[in-house]
């Protein structure tokens, strides 16, 4: 199974970066402007389309506040598997880390989902430290 990590450090607090995190309707407003370009709700899932015209259905499977860790999987499209977490950890002085996992199949998705997550990295960096 691929599996990709990423960190970002941003300067805001960890409470302000978790509130943006866990507003799962809103995750194109509050933490990944530009990446995320519309997101609507069907049930407890969300739809989410891309900068790039892609559209995935994102299955909501966490949400802890405790550990500011939500964790979400991708229901169709290219992948047979995919899986993914966000954490929210205290970073130095009083900024934050934010941890990004997925795990996904198949395997051949590793060079797109790397790139597709530096892209999202990115926009948090913009949307939340702007």
Do not use: C
């Amino acid at each position: 199974m691929g599996s990709i990590h990423r960190t970002v450090h941003l300067k805001a607090a960890p409470d302000e970066v978790w509130a943006a995190l866990r507003d799962w309707p809103a995750v194109h407003e509050r933490l990944v402007r530009g990446f995320v370009v519309e997101t609507r709700l069907d049930g407890d899932d969300r739809i989410v389309t891309f900068f790039n015209g892609v559209t995935v259905r994102e299955l909501l499977v966490d949400l802890d506040d405790a550990k500011r860790r939500l964790v979400w999987s991708v229901a169709g499209g290219s992948y047979s598997h995919y899986n993914a977490s966000a954490q929210v950890l205290d970073g130095e002085g009083s900024g934050s880390r934010l941890v990004w996992i997925a795990d996904f199949l198949p395997h051949e998705m590793a060079d797109r989902q790397a790139g597709m997550m530096d892209r999202g990295i990115q926009a948090i960096r913009d949307t939340i430290d702007g």
